[in-house]
C-alpha cells in the first residue's frame, strides 16, 4: 500500500521567501508529525496533529512557522520569511492514532535557503 | 519534560563483534521506549520498541527503569548493520509526542 508521501522532495528558495511543504500520511492514520532534521544532527520535533487539531505545537522554532491540517489527511508545513538556517530536511511521519503506535516515515523534503 | 541522551555520534565496530548503542532518558512517568534506524538512502522506521519485547535483526534492547536506560545490542555485527540509530521515547496517550535522541550512527568494517 501506499506509504506517507510529501511533495516537493526538494525546494531550494531565496532567503526571504515563503515555501509550503506538503505531507500526505497513510490513509486511516489520524496522528501526524513533522520534524526537523539538520545536516548531521538529529530529528527536531516541530509540530503533533490528532486529527485535525494540534495538541502539541511546542516545538515550532519561531512565529515564521505554521501548519495546518486539513481533512485527517493532508498537511502542509508554511516558512514564511525563510532565512538559511531554515535549510533542513523536513519529515513528515504518520502513526494509526498515538505517538506510541508505529510511526511510518515519509521520505522528507530538503529545503535549501539560499 | 522528555529528554533522550544517545551520547556516542559514531560507534565502529568489527564485523562478528557485539554491538551496544547507548540510549538514556529522562522521563517522569512510565515512558514508552523506542528504536527507530535508517539505512543509506532509506526512510526512517521502527526497529523495535519495549513493549514488544522482541528481537529484530538480532537486535534486542531491554528498558532498565533504574539506570533509565534503553541500550540497543546485537551479540554480532553484520555489515548490514551499518546505518542510523534513533532512540525515541513516547510519554502515551493520545496528546503525547515521540522525542527523539540526536542518532548513533553504526559502522560495521570488515
Known amino acids: 500500500g501506499a506509504g506517507v508521501s510529501q511533495s516537493p522532495s526538494n525546494k531550494v528558495t531565496e532567503k526571504g521567501k515563503d515555501v509550503e511543504l506538503r505531507c500526505d500520511p497513510i490513509s486511516g492514520h489520524t496522528a501526524l508529525y513533522w520534524y526537523r532534521q539538520r545536516l548531521g544532527q538529529g530529528l527536531e520535533f516541530l509540530i503533533y496533529?490528532?486529527?485535525?487539531?494540534?495538541?502539541?505545537k511546542s516545538g515550532l522554532p519561531s512565529d515564521r512557522f505554521s501548519a495546518e491540517r486539513t481533512g485527517e489527511s493532508v498537511s502542509t508545513l508554511t516558512i514564511q520569511r525563510t532565512q538559511q538556517e531554515d535549510s533542513a530536511v523536513y519529515l513528515c511521519?504518520?502513526?494509526?492514532?498515538?505517538?506510541?503506535?508505529?510511526?511510518?516515515f515519509g521520505p522528507g523534503t530538503r529545503l535549501t535557503v539560499l | 519534560a522528555q529528554r533522550v541522551t544517545q551520547p556516542e555520534k559514531l560507534l565502529s565496530v568489527f564485523k562478528g563483534a557485539p554491538v551496544e548503542l547507548k540510549c538514556n532518558y529522562s522521563y517522569s512517568g512510565s515512558p514508552e521506549l523506542f528504536w527507530y534506524v535508517q539505512y543509506s538512502r532509506q526512510r526512517l522506521q521502527l526497529l523495535l520498541r519495549h513493549i514488544s519485547r522482541e528481537s529484530i535483526k538480532g537486535f534486542t534492547a531491554d528498558l532498565n527503569k533504574g539506570e533509565t536506560s534503553f541500550h540497543l545490542k546485537k551479540p554480532f555485527a553484520q555489515e548490514e548493520d551499518s546505518a542510523m540509530y534513533y532512540c525515541a521515547l513516547s510519554g502515551g496517550g493520545t496528546a503525547s509526542k515521540l522525542t527523539f535522541g540526536t542518532g548513533t550512527r553504526l559502522q560495521v568494517t570488515l
Open positions: 511521519a504518520s502513526s494509526l492514532e498515538s505517538s506510541t503506535d508505529t510511526q511510518y
Open positions: 496533529f490528532q486529527g485535525n487539531s494540534a495538541p502539541d
